[in-house]
């Protein structure tokens, strides 16, 4: 019974365009919103994150959006990199404030 | 500071034999995570530890699996035997909690363990 969805396995953008990740979740109690990168041969690293009392958290390249009504939640990368080419996840907090449970990734490419 | 460290980063064992995960956290870090990673489930969480004391084992999916944490410097993960489908990378992470918002683990590199 997976929390948080990613329906999108692989996602390809051209260099400097928009990426859109998106994450839907079931839960309604959670306090915040994590998203990681993961590249290849590494563990996944914290990337950025949202409250439960925003809708929007912007640290430069990367925006968070939270749509409560719709359980949605997504991450958006303006301009894209080449460098950007990973596995993202989106993560929160379940069953506690230390336990995260995570979606099960999504792959960005991002093509020169 | 290090990061988290984890050994052996590649492990490749024969079915039945016992296998051995370290982990070392980050120092002052007052919780440690086991993660397993398949292509199946995405990343799932074992088992996680607070002040060395296992709090959470819902994750570990059967006997054959144990973990320790004999103190706040060291843990490990034990499948005894192991089995083919037990192949999958396998990541300690650790964390120092703050209530709140916006805080995350830290990750080791992993552990590309593969059950032939």
């Known amino acids: 019974d997976q929390q948080v969805k990613q329906n999108s396995p692989s996602l390809s953008v051209q260099e400097g365009r928009i990426s859109i990740l998106n994450c839907d979740y079931t839960n309604s109690m959670f306090d915040y919103f994590l998203w990681y990168k993961k590249y290849p041969a590494e563990g996944p690293t914290f990337l950025i994150s949202i409250s439960s009392i925003k809708d929007k958290n912007e640290d430069g390249r990367f925006t968070v959006f939270l749509n409560k009504s719709a359980k949605h939640l997504s991450l958006h990368i303006v301009p894209s990199q080449p460098g950007d080419s990973a596995v993202y996840f989106c993560a929160y907090p379940g069953g506690g404030s230390e336990k995260l449970v995570f979606g099960k990734g999504t792959k960005l490419t991002v093509n020169p | 500071d290090a990061g988290v460290i984890q050994s052996p980063r590649h492990e490749v064992t024969e079915m039945g034999q016992e296998v051995t995960l370290r982990c070392k956290p980050i120092s002052g870090h007052n919780s440690l995570f086991w993660y397993r990673q398949t292509m199946m489930r995405g990343l799932e969480l074992l088992i996680y530890f607070n002040n060395n004391v296992p709090i959470d084992d819902s994750g570990m999916p059967e006997d054959r699996f144990s973990a320790k944490m004999p103190n706040a410097s060291f843990s490990t993960l034990k499948i005894q035997p192991s089995e083919p489908r037990d192949s999958a990378v396998y990541f300690c992470?650790?964390?120092?909690?703050?209530?709140?918002?916006?805080?995350?683990?830290?990750f080791g590199s992993g552990t590309r363990l593969t059950v032939v």
């Open positions: 992470a650790s964390s120092s909690a703050v209530v709140g918002h916006g805080y995350g683990y830290t």
